[in-house]
């Protein structure tokens, strides 16, 4: 499919009366679509897919779309929404520990590229920690600096792992046997009903 198709697919998977904060709604993308505006109308359907679920097809057309475009951290968004959907998402404000007290010596990128293990307390019959893998997306910039703070979103590798964590829970990344991040989890999102794992 091409770009207009590909966007008028999404479009047409929004429900109908559905509005952002800012009342955009799909009728808002056809008109843009009409002319020929295809990054806004692609704008425009990412702002109504954050303003409320949308199903993996959703978010698959328009990351294709914004390939197509080459849009290439919009694409990347879109991979990463449509993840969030198959395998849900913790919210959390994590604190990088500062240089030198862990092994890592650059900041943490921010889209969606780093894979750090997560103590959420899961235990080993042993009584030892369980870590369990979520990637790492970094809201708002393209890395966290050693020592800063910033909101992340963390997709679950084993969701069936992940459905204790609840709002307010204290959780560790680690990317070694050392605490790299300590986070407060600010919401929890499952897995959408029926989404397929593909």
């Not at 919210?91 to 500062?98: H, I």
């Not at 943490?108 to 009584?127: A, K």
């Not at 792992?161 to 990344?173: A, F, N, P, R």
């Amino acid at each position: 499919m091409d770009v207009p198709e590909l966007l008028e697919a999404a479009g047409l998977l929004v429900p109908e009366g559905a509005a952002t904060a800012n009342a955009i709604t799909v009728s808002d993308v056809w008109d843009y679509l009409a002319h020929d505006e295809w990054e806004i109308a692609l704008g425009l359907l990412k702002e109504l897919g954050d303003d409320r679920p949308q199903p993996p097809a959703f978010w698959r057309s328009l990351a294709e779309a914004a390939e197509q475009l080459r849009l290439e951290r919009s694409a990347a968004w879109c991979h990463w929404r449509c993840s969030e959907t198959r395998h849900g998402v913790v919210r959390a404000e994590l604190t990088l520990r500062p240089a030198g007290s862990t092994f890592r010596k650059g900041p943490v990128p921010g889209p969606g590229v780093l894979r750090p293990m997560w103590d959420i307390g899961c235990r080993l019959p042993t009584g030892e920690a369980s870590l369990c893998i979520g990637r790492l997306w970094v809201e708002h910039t393209p890395f966290l600096e050693l020592g800063e703070r910033a909101t992340v979103r963390i997709v679950p590798l084993t969701p069936s792992l992940w459905t204790d964590v609840h709002v307010g829970q204290e959780i560790t990344m680690h990317e070694d046997r050392t605490a790299a991040a300590g986070a407060i989890v600010l919401e929890v999102r499952p897995p959408a009903v029926g989404a397929p794992d593909g």
